[in-house]
């Protein structure tokens, strides 16, 4: 069984719409919930992180934890097309300690 | 605040050969950490340092090591490099173990 898991798109949107990206995790135990972006050729770039149930907000882009179903998602409003990237989804704490977990990552392309 | 800075960040070596890859965190971060990136596998975690002590490490062979210094700056070696170790090596840093870690734009590392 995969510890993070993800659809790998790709995932395509027209510009002012919303995107969805999910991640399921399977350490029960894991505590803290994160979201990069990785624009290709670049490095991650943290865009949110939440660590208790429910949704948090930061402009765009909100993230939602439902820790009894181990699910993570993050939403992405009026989506534009520099949006377009992959998403990583990593997880922390658990079994894996301090260390980051990822999924493989969802490739999201916005058109306009 | 400067950003997490690698060098070297373009390195091709031969078979055999060793390598030292070098990061300087965030400047008040304490604790880095260290990541292999390929288009199989994905992001996985190599190690953390945290006060100049490895307090974290994944399944990799002992020829990934690492070490840590009293101003927090992180070097990681790579030793009788195979073929396989071609990577993006990606370096991150982070305040609290908590928290989500900002990486460095990483050091791709061609073994040819």
């Known amino acids: 069984q995969k510890e993070v898991e993800q659809n790998s798109g790709p995932l395509s949107v027209p510009e002012g719409a919303i995107a969805s990206l999910n991640c399921t995790y399977s350490?029960?135990?894991?505590?803290?919930f994160f979201w990069y972006r990785q624009y290709s050729g670049k490095s991650p770039e943290l865009i949110m992180f939440?660590?208790?149930?429910g949704d948090k907000e930061d402009g765009r882009f909100t993230a939602q934890l439902n820790k009894a179903s181990q699910y993570v998602s993050l939403l992405i409003r009026d989506s534009q097309p520099s949006d377009s990237a992959t998403y990583l989804c990593?997880?922390?704490?658990?079994?894996?300690?301090?260390?980051?977990?990822f999924g493989k990552g969802t490739t999201l392309s916005v058109s306009s | 605040k400067a950003g997490v800075t690698q060098t070297p960040r373009y390195l091709i070596k031969t078979r055999g050969q060793q390598v030292t890859l070098s990061c300087s965190p965030i400047?008040?971060?304490?604790?880095v950490s260290w990541y292999q990136q390929t288009p199989g596998q994905g992001l996985q975690f190599l190690f953390e340092?945290?006060?100049?002590?490895?307090?974290n490490k994944g399944n990799f062979p002992g020829r990934f090591s690492g070490r840590q210094f009293s101003n927090s700056r992180s070097e990681m070696n790579v030793s009788t490099l195979e073929l396989g170790d071609s990577a993006l090596y990606l370096c991150?840093?982070?305040?609290?173990?908590?928290?989500?870690?900002?990486f460095g734009p990483g050091t791709r590392l061609t073994v040819t």
């Open positions: 400047s008040g971060h304490r604790s």
């Open positions: 990593a997880v922390k704490g658990g079994q894996a300690g301090t260390a980051l977990i």
């Open positions: 991150a840093s982070s305040l609290e173990a908590r928290e989500g870690q900002y």
């Open positions: 340092y945290f006060s100049e002590t490895q307090r």
């Open positions: 350490d029960r135990g894991s505590q803290s």
């Open positions: 939440i660590y208790s149930n």
